[in-house]
């Protein structure tokens, strides 16, 4: 911290009377430079009373990492050197590869000698206060532990520990002597956990962690305002933790006990985190976080628990593939194009289908809708392939037959919104084509589609996350959340709102009846997936446009 005596600036101009030591009227304020690892530095003006001594001064005060210091945990500019690479730099700093990388987004890749990049400090945890003490197959009590806790640890129920330890008495003393009946010292947790079920919560007290960007660090000059970035990740965070709040109020009203515990997943000043290693602890189930390098931290630091961890944003794969218990509402598009693949199987069994295939970024999923073809015909018979780009699929009506429905699948979604709309002019203009299209999800969804068109099309599509405005349930949570926030849910409150009704449907049963509450838009059905070792969700139904409204396939 630096104080210093300098001239106060023109353009303030609330000055008090006061005889300076360069004879000019003074006030004194106080300006706090932070500067923090991810973001520019931002200046916040606090007025303070003026001081009733003649000599009045104007404090600037820096709080930041010296960048010449050369600790371990320190934050520098480096200079690239032969052979240096963002992976090799990222493990000699203590760093996952992601942190440095986000940190010089802006730096080419990959590195060539001479460059400067930004080493962020790694990510630095206040160390828990509680400790478990080893003793082979043994367990010393420390201050606070519980039954629970310690089982948790474990990777054991508390029922087992209980078991285990029959002589002793219910209430756990500091220092007694546990025996630990399954794991023992430097056992793996992940190896006594059946990933390919459901989690199963305790059933007294469901405990969640929200780790959100709240950037609580960050400052601006009163009267100014943050940057755009800044503010959109706090707006993002404010509605995550509305629908958290949310869920957890309905849920106590249903007889279910939560404790939310929120923290801000950003650094302070110093590089600093305000969260621990005791709150992963604590945590029955983690929500967050958001951005890619803090999920990747947190992730490796849950990958030897069986804690649920749920991933609220679409992030890469890498950064949250170290632990086996992360969950995502968001179905796999695969399954639903492998469904579809097996309906226009079913439902047309002496009609050539057409294959719109732009085999670009969603060649995933045309792969995935003729798996699920395959499986209901035994071959690809029947099946007929027409190359397309994402813009184009020129020769379509060339394919086509006036004599006999004309079937036209389309698995591209997001990539081929261009091609899309160019098979709906051409086809408008080709009205004498009786036409039945399957198509993307995304495409119930997209403006220019034309009503009259689809419903000619009988435009059918897979379905996975869809309210049903019908449902009484979904009305009354809707009102509450009104109540609480005089607004309706948006799609991040919807998300954090239906993760938490799934998470009170891995506590434990109790005699007590519980009210289930109504997913308010994800339904789950998780399954199993071999590829990527996790559960994934799986739930897929097939939804018809017809007279102007989207209906459901019962026999789907």
């Known amino acids: 911290m630096i104080c210093i005596p300098a001239e106060i600036p023109s353009e303030l101009n609330e000055i008090r009377d ?13 300006y706090t430079l932070r500067i923090s690892t991810w973001k520019k530095p931002m200046i916040n003006l606090e007025k303070k009373l003026p001081r009733a001594a003649s000599m009045t001064w104007l404090t600037i005060c820096l709080a930041f990492a010296l960048s010449f210091v050369t600790s ?3 934050q520098v500019w480096y200079t690239a050197l032969p052979g240096d690479t963002y992976d090799r730099l990222a493990r000699s700093n203590d760093l996952t590869l992601s942190e440095l990388t986000e940190a010089n987004i802006n730096v080419a890749k990959p590195l060539t000698p001479g460059l400067k990049i930004w080493i962020p400090a790694s990510v630095q945890l206040v160390p828990p206060t509680e400790r478990v003490l080893w003793r082979g197959d043994h367990h010393v009590v420390a201050v606070g532990e519980t039954w629970y806790g310690i089982s948790k640890r474990y990777g054991i129920t508390d029922a087992e520990l209980q078991m285990a330890n029959g002589h002793m008495q219910s209430v756990l003393g500091i220092g007694d002597v546990l025996l630990v009946p399954t794991v023992a010292e430097g056992d793996s947790l992940a190896e006594h956990v059946n990933f390919e079920s459901s989690p199963v919560l305790r059933s007294d007290t469901l405990r969640v962690l929200a780790m959100l960007p709240f950037m609580l660090e960050v400052d601006t000059v009163v009267g100014g305002e943050y940057d755009a970035r800044t503010t959109r990740l706090r707006e993002v965070s404010l509605d995550f933790f509305h629908g958290m709040e949310w869920a ?58 069986k804690t649920p961890q749920w991933l609220l944003t679409p992030l890469k794969p890498a950064v949250w593939s170290h632990h086996n218990r992360v969950f995502s509402l968001r179905s796999d598009e695969r399954d639903g194009m492998r469904k579809l693949g097996a309906l226009v199987a079913r439902t047309h069994p002496m009609d050539t289908v057409l294959l719109l295939e732009t085999r670009g970024k969603d060649a995933a999923l045309e792969s995935a809708f003729k798996e699920g073809f395959f499986d209901v015909r035994g071959s690809l018979d029947g099946l007929v392939s027409l190359p397309t780009n994402n813009r184009f699929a020129e020769g379509i009506t060339v394919s086509m037959d006036t004599s006999k429905l004309n ?31 399957y198509a993307n999800s995304m495409t119930a969804e997209l403006d220019f589609m034309e009503r009259d068109f689809m419903t000619r099309a009988s435009w059918t599509v897979p379905i996975s996350n869809f309210i049903d405005w019908t449902d009484e349930r979904v009305q009354r949570q809707t009102l509450r959340f009104r109540e609480l926030y005089g607004s309706d849910p948006g799609p991040y409150s919807i998300v954090a709102f239906d993760a938490l009704v799934e998470c009170s449907k891995w506590m434990e049963a109790t005699e007590q009846e519980r009210a289930l509450l109504a997913p308010m838009q994800y339904s789950v059905q998780w399954k199993w997936d071999d590829s990527a070792a996790q559960l994934v969700n799986s739930n897929w139904h097939i939804r018809r446009f017809s007279n102007g409204d989207w209906s459901r396939l019962i026999a789907d």
């Open 407 to 437: 079937v036209v699948a389309i698995p591209a979604g997001k990539s081929a919104q261009s091609m899309i709309a160019y098979v709906q002019t051409e086809l408008q203009l080709a009205d004498s084509f009786p036409v039945r299209i």
């Open 18 to 30: 006061g005889v300076s030591w360069n004879g000019k009227k003074q006030t004194e304020k106080i």
């Open 248 to 305: 957890a109020q309905l849920l106590q009203d249903s007889g279910y006990a939560v404790q939310l515990r929120v923290v801000d997943t950003e650094p302070d000043t110093l590089g600093i985190h305000s969260w621990s290693e005791a709150d992963l602890n604590w945590s029955d189930v983690v929500l967050g976080p958001l951005r890619s390098a803090k999920m990747d931290s947190v992730n490796q630091l849950l990958s030897q628990t």
């Open 72 to 74: 371990t945990n320190a």
